[in-house]
């Protein structure tokens, strides 16, 4: 018999035999996935290059021991069981039992086997990027990623699909989108995006941002990073925050959560606005109530809501003029020199300086969602047989021009950047452009309510918008679809309206023109 | 079927099925255990202390998994199946089968359910333990180590033990030995070192140790623990040092060993000692072969023998006047202003500097048996039930003014300054005599055949011994009984005469006393 105590407050079935065993196996498998994510920060954070044989023993042991878990006979009889008991629809129970029969159901019809030459793709693919970057050429790289992407189409057609076999993938981070809801949210944002880059590419010197371009030290950059995400409300006694190659965030449980940054001392935006965004994902992390703990109810939504925390915090909070006002003079007691001239509008525009480029998490608001679409029309394009890996890194090169104008001179600049591939291919990057959309969604329905929210900001206060998004978004973890928890926070579907009205009031003001 | 692809080089039975199969299942093992390994590192060197609670969950579902497979019927099945295969006693494939079935009739006696409350209660220990040190007060700790001495004396029972129930729990880390055997050691050594105690305390200040009681900056000092430890042969690349409340080590893989030091600015002794002490444990645990990995193999002979390596370094070549020949001007380097006037006999005197004192790891050669003695006594004492949990920590002050003269002020200074009670209570001790007494004979046997060893020591040269120990001692991993490897290296059994006359020659020395 697994799993020990678990203390929950699932009154409804609290004498439910069935439902009792139903907890003490997820207790344990969140425990094993718990572990597993720990072997992973570890492994990015901490561990010795010598490890890494090992880690990819430990990772696809773990890998294996979760799966056969999640998708024994036992779970699934126990999932017959429970399958009358009436219980109200937004109920912990009923959505905690539904959703381990859809994870259930869809990790059923995948063999184990599989599951293990993906753990161990994954570890070799990620130390594989790791060298490829260090030698800065693709080719290092190539052939776990043909590796990766082969293993992915397999799992792809082992879940099934109707349309594409991208939605197989997509589905399983963003429960019921598919390719073709994203290819017209891409088209939706294409039509105005580009155009919006194009008039704001005319007058590109109207921003300056040589401020945020000086020398600024290593631990002071970290110091200031992790003042402002406690300040946003992270609690450093629940949580730590370190420095990868990639930042991440992981939360080991509600009270253990991770997040890690890194630092140019040249351009002080990626490691604070790093520090932000993983942040952002860091609140949703503590912001799960205590009772998920040990189901798969401790997750969020789905990714696209977990980038739209993200955002939200990042470019929302803290690329507004409040956020400025309010942390200039935090910043001008850190960096006297840096900071010596500067106002709070100055760094705002500075932080806000749109610049076709080449790095997707430096991007800024107005171009990023253009390096999203070009990794998602280049994964879309490999499963359909358009493109093979190895001509992905020319491809790449190709629609970096034709997008953006600019174009990587090397692999490094290019395909190499994202450690996204070293693990996955297919579905990777979709979530981020959702995040912006539903940041956008959130927070013009957070505004109807508190339309003083940036004065609270101007004070230093982000309370308001935390308690709102905690109540209205964290409470729930993964117990409902991305698209009911939408249509609970705001009343709406998905609609990229409010985001695009966000940019072209924030930019045209910027810039002093009309988009 | 459990496990992916073993990497060994078990020849002998290649194509043994049973054999193979059981290659799986102790891979699957020892990467359950490797995890559960890195779980208790983290805990102790990075975890924030909101984790504590899902961290108690997260081992001992893991604990769980590892009983229940280590238990298991198949691997009866297996041991039995293999029971008729002819082998070589010394050959890799028998010593495997030979401990593995030694280890599955040890566990088999043992209840799941108690191997659960061991690890929580072991988890809840350690907490308490860091809040009674923080409070200063055994009594916070009191309660939870009452659970964890009625747990262990549960296991004893469960193991079962023909004269006295803390054998089970040394024959657990000690295979072969007994409480009684430990008596006589313990006779024979209070036989020798009290009066040798006595003798020199009657010239305490012929030893001047404040050099080593300047103002030494914490960094500096982590330094130049590393630089030391990097010298004797460890490889950074295959581990890692950090700090932790009571220093230790702990090996992931041959290939990931991670030891922890701690510093006191003012008393370099305890961070660079500490080092040395650690970075024994990690080069042996560097040193198991990697065909081991995966496998029983790859522990070390004992607890006993683990101590032996630490000891090792850490006195008989740290302590040494050779060590410091070497070492002083890599010292003057790093702290130019605290060893502007030292030399290496300055130093060699005062890292040799005997002193009845409080705390155990900073015990000279001398007393330091008499601190462990104290508590494998104590340990006794409560397993007879001459003596509650209650009463220890005045037991405590009581035998410390016996033995040594000295008596605590605080429970810090006492009864709570180790860290193994907070997790175990029986046979806790032990290993660090016999890692004193092993040490010496190994030491004198290597002397034995390289004479010249203490000259290598003053250029800088480890090698020497660092390589006959590999070949004598860590190439052959846990294949041994401790009897059977310390027969293996040195030809002869268990015996304190090179130890106790070791300490004769030096410290009669040292003090210029006869001993």
Not at 85 to 105: G, K, M, N, W
Not at 383 to 411: C, F, H, N
Request: aromatic share 10%.
């Amino acid at each position: 018999m697994p799993g020990h105590h678990t203390d929950t407050h699932f009154e409804y079935l609290r004498d439910d035999e069935a439902f009792q065993e139903l907890l003490r196996h997820l207790a344990e498998i969140a425990d094993l996935q718990s572990t597993a994510a720990l072997l992973g920060w570890d492994e990015q954070v901490m561990m010795p290059g010598g490890g890494r044989e090992s880690r990819a023993d430990q990772k696809a042991t773990l890998q294996r021991l979760i799966h056969e878990r999640r998708t024994s006979e036992r779970m699934g009889e126990l999932l017959e069981l429970l399958a009358d008991r009436e219980l109200p629809y937004d109920s912990d129970e009923a959505s905690l039992i539904r959703v381990t029969r859809r994870e259930y159901q869809r990790l059923k019809k995948v063999p184990q086997a599989l599951v293990v030459e993906l753990s161990r793709a994954a570890s070799d693919g990620y130390h594989c990027w790791l060298k490829a970057r260090q030698d800065n050429d693709f080719r290092v790289f190539q052939p776990a990623l043909e590796r990766i992407y082969q293993l992915h189409r397999e799992l792809a057609d082992a879940l099934g699909y109707e349309e594409h076999p991208l939605d197989a993938l997509v589905d399983a981070i963003e429960p019921g989108l598919r390719t073709a809801d994203l290819e017209r949210i891409f088209d939706a944002l294409r039509t105005e995006l580009v155009p919006m880059v194009r008039t704001i590419s005319q007058h590109l010197d109207r921003v300056d941002d040589s401020i945020l371009r000086q020398h600024f030290e290593r631990n002071k950059q970290l110091l200031i990073g992790r003042k402002a995400v406690e300040k946003i409300g992270f609690d450093f006694h629940r949580g730590r925050q370190d420095i990868s190659v990639h930042p991440f965030t992981i939360a080991l449980s509600p009270a253990d959560v991770r997040y890690t940054t890194r630092v140019n001392e040249h351009d002080f935006a990626q490691c604070f606005f790093a520090c932000l965004h993983e942040g952002g994902h860091a609140l949703y992390a503590q912001g799960i109530p205590e009772r998920f703990r040990r189901t798969p109810l401790r997750a969020g939504a789905s990714a696209g809501f977990h980038e739209s925390q993200s955002r939200l915090w990042e470019n929302l909070v803290g690329r507004s003029l409040q956020f400025w006002e309010y942390f200039l003079p935090e910043m001008k007691e850190v960096f006297p020199t840096q900071m010596k001239d500067a106002s709070a509008e100055m760094i705002y525009r500075a932080v806000n300086k749109v610049q076709p480029s080449l790095i997707r998490v430096e991007a800024d608001e107005v171009t990023y969602n253009l390096h999203i679409m070009l990794r998602f029309e280049l994964e879309k394009a490999v499963y359909d047989a358009q493109l093979t890996i190895a001509d992905l890194a020319d491809a790449w090169r190709d629609k970096m021009r034709s997008y953006l104008g600019v174009e990587p001179s090397s692999d490094l600049e290019g395909i190499l950047q994202d450690i996204h591939w070293s693990g996955r291919f297919g579905a990777c990057f979709q979530s981020y452009t959702l995040g912006n959309i539903i940041a956008a969604q959130l927070y013009c329905k957070v505004l109807e309510q508190h339309p003083d929210l940036p004065e609270y900001f101007r004070k230093g206060d982000f309370s308001p918008l935390l308690s709102w998004i905690r109540e209205k978004i964290h409470a729930h973890g993964a117990k409902f679809t991305p698209e009911e928890l939408l249509l609970k926070a705001t009343g709406e579907r998905l609609t990229t309206r409010p985001y695009l009205d966000y940019l072209k009031t924030k930019y045209s003001q910027v810039y002093n023109v009309e988009l």
